[in-house]
């Protein structure tokens, strides 16, 4: 028994369609939207990872911390500011912040969620904070940070909003008078 070949004819064989005949064209591989520095699987359930990770983030934030010194477990609301999302999942993921505490047999800190809770502890890794970043201050919680647009506004996409308090009934039965389809179901009723 003999193989056809493309190049040898056939006799009962008809022509090819024409979406069998199109070339082998080798696709582009498809990249990849995951950061390429991510963790390895399961990296924060282990907690010596979380507990390594709390000390590069204030490490990473310009504070000085002693490696006899206990370890501040930070807020959310100050992880959210520096974007560490990582740490904030992980956190999260393990049960929260008490519960870290307890898995991590050590001498921990656990800073109040509130700022000005937390501020009321003059806690020193929070006090030398503030004096190196200018966005903090005792008096505001810290903010996600967001960039503003050229012409200063934050939120682009709600330039045009109508300010809190302006729909009443009043002007939504304004609005739906000057609208010509309200004028025929209007009129139906």
């Not at 009962?12 to 390895?40: E, F, H, S, Y």
């Not at 903090?136 to 903010?143: A, H, R």
Request: hydrophobic share 35%.
């Amino acid at each position: 028994m003999t193989k056809l070949t493309s190049d040898s004819p056939s006799a009962n064989a008809g022509p090819t369609p024409p979406a069998l005949c199109a070339p082998n064209v080798q696709r582009k591989m498809q990249l990849r939207r995951k950061p390429r520095n991510r963790r390895p699987k399961y990296y924060w359930v282990d907690s010596r990872n979380l507990k390594r990770e709390i000390a590069h983030f204030w490490r990473d934030a310009g504070v000085r911390v002693e490696r006899t010194d206990p370890i501040l477990i930070p807020s959310e609301t100050l992880l959210m500011h520096y974007q560490r999302h990582d740490i904030r999942a992980a956190i999260a993921s393990n049960g929260g912040r008490k519960e870290i505490a307890q898995t991590l047999n050590c001498a921990v800190r656990i800073m109040p969620g509130r700022w000005s809770d937390a501020m009321n502890e003059s806690l020193p890794e929070l006090l030398q904070l503030i004096d190196l970043d200018k966005t903090l201050s005792s008096e505001k919680p810290p903010f996600a940070s967001f960039k503003p647009t050229r012409d200063g506004s934050l939120w682009m996409h709600q330039s045009n909003r109508r300010p809190k308090g302006y729909w009443s009934m009043q002007t939504i039965v304004q609005h739906l008078w000057v609208h010509e389809g309200f004028y025929e179901m209007y009129d139906s009723l």
